[in-house]
């Protein structure tokens, strides 16, 4: 239960931080793995998470799609399509 606690805890403060970490090097990647280190059994030893393969294989493809989805979600659609634009220059 400690695990799910510092789990959520870590991801909401750094939920609460993003915006102004956006213009820096500090990604969400880099963040979560650093609190893994932190809490984790090589620092505090609050965090022991225990995965199969099926757990693995199912979180992995968890941050799969988190990742292609925030990528998705910045584009931006307001741009301009080049095929538009090449339609309009005839």
């Known amino acids: 239960?400690?695990?799910?606690?510092?789990?959520?805890?870590?991801?909401?403060?750094?939920?609460?931080?993003?915006?102004?970490?956006?213009?820096?090097?500090?990604a969400a990647p880099i963040a979560l793995e650093v609190a893994g280190m932190v809490f984790g059994p090589a620092g505090l030893n609050l965090v022991g998470f225990e995965l199969d393969g099926h757990t693995m294989l199912l979180l992995g493809g968890v941050a799969l799609a988190a990742a292609l989805f925030i990528d998705a979600a910045s584009i931006d659609l307001s741009a301009p399509d080049s095929a538009k634009l090449a339609d309009e220059a005839r």
């Open 1 to 26: 239960m400690v695990d799910l606690i510092v789990l959520a805890s870590v991801v909401i403060a750094f939920g609460l931080v993003s915006r102004r970490l956006g213009g820096t090097v500090l």
